[in-house]
């Protein structure tokens, strides 16, 4: 893998810091709630602290790890769930961010084990795609680390049952910004049975959309639920 097309390491924590922000002020974590990381190096990764708000976090809290979880630089103790975020990096060697948080209707729906895959938003059908559920495990263990290989090829994200939602992707904003879109097509299926009104796209229209992914940069999404 060519080094040169890592991010250097000042503007990946400086990325870092201002998802976690917007994580918080969005209302996505909770507490000390949600973990992010990314990729600088190709056995080197940056990740959020343990024990902090991702929302009023300092660079120098920041760690610096290896792929085996090995600290190499910074002083606090990694994220509790760094075990599922190596696991993601030693897997998918393309991926360069991950993101966890507890978006509230998307995790409600991780309670319940639904997963998101009705296609009822044309963006959401290009640029997201299935997101499955991912089964029960005790959180940080490695269990849930094992828990999302299945999906890391053929998915841009997923809900962990009972606990809430993980994306992946190029950069920490593009997995910001896919965890923003979980979390609004959770919404919106979430109205849409409210009213008593499931419509997803006819399979005809998701075809037309899922040719247009390459176009858009995106790799991989699976096929939503349609109908005839």
Not at 1 to 9: Q, V
Not at 115 to 137: C, F, R, T
Not at 149 to 167: D, I, Q, R, S
């Amino acid at each position: 893998m060519n080094t040169s097309t890592y991010p250097a390491d000042t503007e990946v924590k400086c990325d870092i810091l201002e998802a976690g922000r917007r994580l918080y002020q969005r209302g996505f974590i909770a507490a000390n709630d949600g973990n992010l990381s990314a990729r600088v190096s190709d056995r080197h990764i940056w990740a959020t602290p343990t024990g902090v708000s991702k929302g009023f976090m300092a660079e120098d809290m920041l760690v610096k790890l290896d792929l085996d979880g090995n600290i190499v630089e910074g002083n606090c103790r990694p994220s509790t769930e760094i075990k599922m975020h190596l696991k993601i990096y030693r897997e998918a060697p393309e991926i360069r961010a991950v993101a966890h948080a507890h978006p509230p209707v998307a995790t409600t729906f991780a309670a319940a084990g639904i997963p998101l895959d009705k296609a009822l938003l044309q963006e959401a059908v290009v640029l997201l795609g299935v997101i499955p559920v991912a089964p029960y495990a005790l959180p940080g263990s490695e269990a849930l680390a094992d828990s999302v290989v299945p999906y890391l090829k053929h998915y841009n994200g997923l809900l962990l049952e009972h606990h809430g939602a993980v994306a992946w992707g190029s950069g920490v904003m593009q997995v910001l910004h896919r965890l923003e879109s979980i979390e609004y097509n959770a919404t919106v299926l979430m109205y849409t049975r409210m009213m008593g009104i499931e419509r997803p796209m006819t399979n005809s229209r998701i075809d037309e959309l899922i040719r247009l992914r390459p176009a858009w940069g995106v790799t991989a999404g699976g096929r939503p639920l349609g109908r005839d």
